[in-house]
């Protein structure tokens, strides 16, 4: 995978199905790096395998599509290029789409009443003058903030109190299709001092549950609570008592539980959430305490479904396993979960109707595709990554598992290119920790793999997959256990005569960023770095990061080590890549980082990318990704040469994407591509 086949990948988002079973919608989107913005349209595609996936909407931006439960609508959200999302609709039946909503921030998903005579979803109200709605006011001649709660700002976004999350409902007009007049116009049924999200109807019509955090410590834990509102308007309700982290709640059919995904239990201090297991939960809608299905400690749900899917008396839930999001069956009467989908694969999405369930499955080929279950039956339904699969160039990885100093087990993946070797190698650290490398497409590594790189990567304890003693065994112990795990897998990795154990790099990202950073304090083993988005420092990144106020004491411990404080050791030719918008690492972690190496003279150079967030590799600007790809192949290139292709030699110019070169003055030395110069939430 070369760094331009980026525009080659599609992403199925989570599907919707017909109430009779016989269609599913989804949206996929794909980087155009010629107008460096993401397109999405929607896609309909028979679940009985009959007719090919074809496209449905045109619109730039199209997404979150839902099917009302009488089946005569597709409602979905759908944002013109530079513009909002707004609320659509379409008749199933055939015609064109109306526009129903005109928000000033855009609007959220849609989640339609049993009745389908309504609509419901979350949306963000501005304050007046700010965000554009005062046309002679930009944003740096908006008044000043005045912050008073630790719960202020969200990576990717920025402020939040001057633009609360609330819901709104609307009652579609009589005739849906006519828009020869104003939209309709949506009620706010909640004010948004929780920060409201994950709206859901109750049976009867009558209420909306959704999740918010209105009690009296709310700035200062991760406790959330499920709220019912009547629809009509009123004073909120809590549902759920006790200490708990809710998200995605849905009613039963009877309206007497109301199951969620949650934390069912954050301790006394409500900050209690390292290593924890997000896990089926459910309450009654009479109000109590959550009670798990499924126990935390052994489940962690990995799916990207924006809701609790409940289907034929079952609750259908993604599952980490080992690298894996497995798809289980969780009866609501108690019974044995059945496993639907299970192997090397990563279920991305969920839903379900007329007794068929289509899931979004990922794996190492290909960003996802569409499978229709059935009992008995699993179908193939869609073939969206076959472009990039057929350039022939991306890769498959071994799984290996390896052993840890102290006899722990320590699995991951060895992905090789073509061709003896030896290659030469990077060491990859994901960020989390509580996440997982696993059975899915990572550009990443095929970027790599295809530039001539042999990939190792692994899941050291505090990865999520493996249950919570794996995930808390690094709990206030940063750099101790994770750190050897790390090693230990590398080490044998390298014991494959393919891998050159003289020529090594590591790249870390986020989390993964500040293990690299500690590891280069400790050893002169790697031949490069790359420190990426990273936490570099624990004691300003508590107090500088959108979550470091809780984050840095729950994960961290009480005297974190700082690989910033022995910077002094490091020796390592070392690209720092950071956004200069990242909220979630903030850029002085980097920069700070760059100085301490240059004032010591260590090769090094510092890459910024402008407007972007933390997400950048994964969600940034389609032409910042490429260019993030050229600068690390660059790098790499200047101090691993002879990755150029598989066999070790430099790829011809017909095989690489031109690449800057920009002399980095001071103590750097010259680097190509360097211009001048990584759930609750994770730093991942």
């Known amino acids: 995978m070369r760094p331009a086949d980026l525009a080659l990948l599609r992403t199925p988002g989570t599907p919707a199905v017909s109430p009779d079973g016989r269609m599913a919608v989804v949206a996929v989107s794909r980087p155009d790096l010629d107008a460096d913005e993401y397109r999405a349209q929607l896609w309909a595609v028979p679940t009985d395998g009959s007719a090919p996936a074809r496209p449905l909407t045109s619109g730039a931006r199209d997404s979150a599509p839902a099917f009302s439960p009488d089946g005569r609508w597709l409602a979905y959200l759908s944002a013109a290029p530079g513009g909002h999302p707004q609320l659509h609709l379409l008749p199933t039946a055939g ?142 309700r809590r549902v759920t008592r006790g200490r708990g982290e809710c998200r995605l709640p849905a009613f ?79 009866p609501l009467d108690g019974g044995a979960p059945e496993t639907l989908v299970e192997g090397p694969f990563t279920v991305r999405g969920v839903a ?29 339904l869609t073939g969206f990554g076959a472009a990039l699969g057929a350039t022939g160039r991306l890769h498959r990885g071994t799984e290996r ?93 390298l014991a494959d005569p393919a891998l050159d154990a003289d020529r090594v790099g590591v790249h870390g990202g986020s989390y993964g960023g500040f293990l690299t950073a500690l590891l280069l304090t400790r050893t002169d083993r790697f031949a490069a770095a790359v420190v990426e988005r990273a936490v570099t420092d624990p004691a300003s990144f508590a107090g500088s990061s959108d979550i470091g106020w809780w984050y840095a004491d729950a994960y961290m411990g009480t005297d974190p080590v700082s690989p910033l404080a022995q910077a002094a050791s490091i020796r390592t030719p070392t690209l720092v ?37 933390h997400e950048l590799s994964r969600s940034g600007r389609p032409r910042h990704r490429l260019a993030r790809f050229e600068h690390l192949l660059a790098w790499w290139d200047r101090w691993l040469p002879g990755g150029g292709q598989a066999g070790g030699s430099r790829a011809p110019s017909s095989d690489t994407t031109s690449r800057p070169s920009t002399r980095v003055a001071g103590n750097t030395a010259t680097c190509p591509g360097a211009a001048g110069t990584g759930s609750p939430p994770s730093i991942s």
């Not at 963000?124 to 709605?133: D, L, M, N, S």
């Not at 709104?168 to 001092?193: I, K, S």
């Not at 289509?358 to 279950?373: C, F, K, M, Q, W």
């Not at 050291?460 to 808390?472: D, I, K, N, W």
């Open 352 to 380: 379900a109707g007329g007794g068929v369930v289509v899931a979004t499955v990922a794996h190492d080929r290909s960003a996802g595709e569409l499978v229709a279950i059935t009992p008995g039956r699993r179908r193939l």
């Open 95 to 236: 015609g064109a789409p109306r526009r129903l909503t005109d928000a000033p921030l855009g609007a959220g998903a849609p989640m339609w009443s049993p009745d389908s005579r309504r609509l419901a979803w979350v949306a963000r109200v501005p304050e007046e003058g700010r965000y554009g709605t005062a046309d002679d006011v930009p944003p740096e001649a908006e008044p000043p903030r005045l912050v008073t709660r630790l719960r202020h700002r969200v990576d990717d976004l920025g402020y939040t109190a001057d633009r609360p999350s609330c819901v709104f409902v609307l009652d579609l007009p009589a005739d849906p299709l006519d828009d020869t007049g104003d939209p309709p116009e949506a009620r706010q049924l909640t004010d948004g001092r929780g920060e409201d999200t994950d709206v859901a109807w109750s049976p009867d019509g009558g209420t909306l549950a959704f999740v918010s955090a209105r009690h009296a410590r709310a700035d200062r834990d991760c406790v959330r609570d499920v709220w019912l509102v009547p629809v009509g308007g009123g004073e909120p």
């Open 252 to 330: 039963d059919p009877a309206g007497t539980w109301i199951y969620v995904t949650a934390r069912p239990d954050l301790g006394p201090d409500g900050l209690d959430v390292a290593g924890r297991g997000l896990t089926l939960c459910r309450v009654p809608a009479a109000g109590g305490p959550l009670e798990a299905v499924l126990d935390p400690r052994d489940t962690h749900r990995g799916d990207e479904t924006p809701a609790t899917v409940l289907s034929g008396g079952a609750a259908l839930v993604g599952v980490e396993r080992r690298g894996s999001v497995a798809l289980l069956r969780v």
């Open 401 to 493: 598992t390896a052993t840890a100093p102290d006899g722990a087990p320590v699995h991951g993946w060895v992905t090789t290119p073509e061709g003896p070797g030896p290659h030469p190698v990077l060491l990859l650290v994901h960020g989390g920790p509580f996440t997982q490398y696993g059975w899915s497409l990572l550009d990443e590594t095929q970027v790599y793999v295809s530039a001539g790189y042999a990939v190792v990567q692994c899941n050291p304890r505090g990865s999520s997959g493996y249950g919570e003693e794996h995930a808390r065994a690094v709990v206030g112990a940063w750099g101790d256990r994770d750190a050897a795990d790390v090693l230990a897998f590398l080490d044998a990795a």
């Open 577 to 613: 890549v950071h956004s200069e918008r990242d909220e979630r690492c903030p850029v002085e972690q980097g920069r700070r980082l760059f100085v301490a190496l240059q004032r010591q003279g260590v090769p090094s150079a510092l890459l910024l990318f402008p407007g972007e967030g």
